[in-house]
């Protein structure tokens, strides 16, 4: 007897410095304090995913308010006109006058190895300065807006139209030439600019010619977006405010209104989809985070994706969606789909999940008693040898 006491009690010190004494890592709990939690359980309702509760998202969605465009200086492409600024560079052409025009063929080096003639330059409509940023040959406009041209004198350029300024310049030569045959073109656009950031191949600043400048041309100049990027939440920043745009909604659907017409100083930023993930967890076989497919996925897509539901451990009718916990942490929405009702499959693919949703598949009763069997199985066994070793 004093014998089965003893092996009892070094049984017992073994299993009680267990952690202690098996391998691996362990937290020592003994300096935490849990204060207990007294507040009573919270419910949550659950919604069953219906035919119904599917159509009133449909609806809801419909007719959800589009969010607010940018105000524009233009109300179409057609509509545009570029006015030159300080920092642009001017070529101006007085005919059977080379001696007052703009050298067609001169050259004008960038500070580094780079030359480009006069012509180069002016079939490059979206030219940015090059390295060096030295100026071509050609009329700069000054910080003041002006500009100097012989027997004309200094006149204000900036805020006109390259069409206005030859006028001007023709009035003003008409003293000292007979008839003066004029012409004005932007030989580089310096002076306005948008911006564009975040997932393109591309990012930096472009700048805005006579050519119309949209959302999808600078995504397009910028070399497309990357593999994260997500389109239907770009940013653009105007006068010190922020606006959603929904590019995919331009390039899927046709919908030309998000395709807005940039201006100076607009600011560009394409997100990543991290705004847009949904997670799968339970009992599926492959847990895991994904993102919304242009914007669309419903409970088919992100099931699939996980590999489906565990046969042998999952409980069909407990299919939840999550919903909202980002916003309203203490009243989330919460639905639950009955995978084992006839029209389950056609609900799954048409309930739209929205961004931040949690799809969580339920464990069946039988797995949770197993898992705790599981648990104790091992205790168990231990007891009985050691009562077969005492004898």
Same mark, same amino acid.
């Given at each position: 007897?004093?014998?089965?006491?003893?092996?009892? =009690? =070094?049984?017992?010190?073994?299993?009680?410095? #267990?952690?202690?004494?098996?391998?691996?890592?362990? /937290?020592?709990?003994?300096?935490?304090?849990?204060?207990?939690? $007294?507040?009573?359980?919270?419910?949550? $309702?659950?919604?069953?995913?219906?035919?119904?509760?599917?159509?009133?998202? #449909?609806?809801?969605?419909?007719?959800?308010?589009?969010?607010?465009?940018?105000?524009?200086?233009?109300?179409?492409?057609?509509?545009?006109?570029?006015?030159?600024?300080?920092?642009?560079?001017?070529?101006?052409?007085?005919?059977?006058?080379?001696?007052?025009?703009?050298?067609? !063929?001169?050259?004008?080096?960038?500070? !580094?190895?780079?030359?480009?003639?006069?012509?180069?330059?002016?079939?490059?409509?979206?030219?940015?300065?090059?390295?060096?940023?030295?100026?071509?040959?050609?009329?700069?406009?000054?910080?003041?807006?002006?500009?100097?041209?012989?027997?004309?004198?200094?006149?204000?350029?900036?805020?006109?139209?390259?069409?206005?300024?030859?006028?001007? /310049?023709?009035?003003?030569?008409?003293?000292? =030439?007979?008839?003066?045959?004029?012409?004005?073109?932007?030989?580089?656009?310096?002076?306005?600019?948008?911006?564009?950031?975040?997932?393109?191949?591309?990012?930096?600043?472009?700048?805005?010619?006579?050519?119309?400048?949209?959302?999808?041309?600078?995504?397009?100049?910028?070399?497309?977006?990357?593999?994260? #990027?997500?389109? %239907?939440?770009?940013?653009?920043?105007? $006068?010190?405010?922020?606006?959603?745009?929904?590019?995919?909604?331009?390039?899927?659907?046709?919908?030309?209104?998000?395709?807005?017409?940039?201006?100076?100083?607009?600011?560009?930023?394409?997100?990543?989809?991290?705004?847009?993930?949904? *997670?799968?967890?339970?009992?599926?076989?492959?847990?895991?985070?994904?993102?919304?497919?242009?914007?669309?996925?419903?409970? #088919?897509?992100? /099931?699939?994706?996980?590999?489906?539901?565990?046969?042998?451990?999952?409980?069909?009718?407990?299919?939840?969606?999550?919903?909202?916990?980002?916003? $309203?942490?203490?009243?989330?929405?919460?639905?639950?789909?009955?995978?084992?009702?006839?029209?389950?499959?056609?609900?799954?693919?048409? *309930?739209?999940?929205?961004?931040?949703?949690?799809?969580?598949? !339920?464990?069946?009763?039988?797995?949770? *008693? %197993?898992?705790?069997?599981?648990?104790? /199985?091992?205790?168990?066994?231990?007891?009985?040898?050691?009562?077969?070793?005492?004898?």
């Amino acid at each position: 007897m004093t014998k089965l006491k003893l092996t009892a =009690v =070094v049984a017992l010190s073994v299993f009680v410095s #267990a952690c202690a004494t098996a391998p691996g890592n362990y /937290l020592d709990t003994s300096s935490l304090k849990e204060a207990p939690n $007294n507040q009573p359980q919270q419910q949550f $309702n659950v919604q069953l995913i219906t035919q119904q509760v599917v159509l009133q998202q #449909a609806q809801a969605a419909a007719a959800a308010p589009k969010a607010p465009l940018p105000p524009s200086k233009f109300t179409s492409a057609a509509d545009y006109v570029y006015h030159i600024a300080p920092q642009d560079i001017l070529g101006v052409t007085v005919f059977d006058h080379p001696e007052l025009s703009t050298p067609q !063929g001169s050259t004008f080096s960038t500070g !580094g190895n780079t030359t480009q003639t006069v012509g180069q330059a002016l079939t490059q409509p979206y030219t940015n300065a090059l390295p060096g940023q030295a100026d071509p040959y050609g009329q700069t406009v000054a910080k003041d807006g002006t500009i100097f041209f012989p027997f004309v004198g200094r006149i204000m350029a900036a805020g006109k139209t390259p069409g206005q300024i030859r006028d001007q /310049l023709a009035a003003g030569l008409g003293p000292y =030439v007979k008839n003066p045959q004029v012409d004005v073109r932007v030989l580089a656009y310096r002076s306005q600019k948008v911006q564009i950031t975040g997932d393109v191949k591309t990012p930096g600043p472009l700048s805005m010619s006579d050519v119309p400048l949209t959302l999808v041309d600078a995504i397009t100049r910028s070399g497309g977006t990357t593999d994260s #990027a997500d389109i %239907n939440r770009v940013r653009l920043t105007r $006068n010190g405010k922020l606006y959603i745009l929904d590019a995919n909604r331009m390039l899927d659907g046709g919908d030309s209104t998000q395709d807005v017409l940039l201006q100076n100083g607009d600011v560009i930023n394409i997100p990543d989809r991290s705004d847009s993930r949904i *997670f799968v967890m339970g009992e599926v076989k492959t847990p895991l985070q994904t993102n919304l497919i242009r914007g669309d996925l419903t409970i #088919a897509d992100a /099931l699939t994706q996980a590999g489906g539901i565990l046969d042998t451990d999952a409980n069909p009718r407990q299919i939840f969606v999550m919903r909202g916990m980002k916003d $309203n942490p203490t009243q989330p929405e919460i639905y639950r789909l009955d995978m084992t009702k006839p029209d389950a499959i056609m609900l799954s693919s048409q *309930f739209q999940l929205k961004p931040l949703d949690v799809v969580y598949v !339920g464990t069946a009763a039988s797995t949770t *008693f %197993n898992r705790v069997l599981q648990q104790v /199985l091992p205790t168990i066994q231990t007891v009985f040898y050691l009562k077969q070793i005492a004898k």
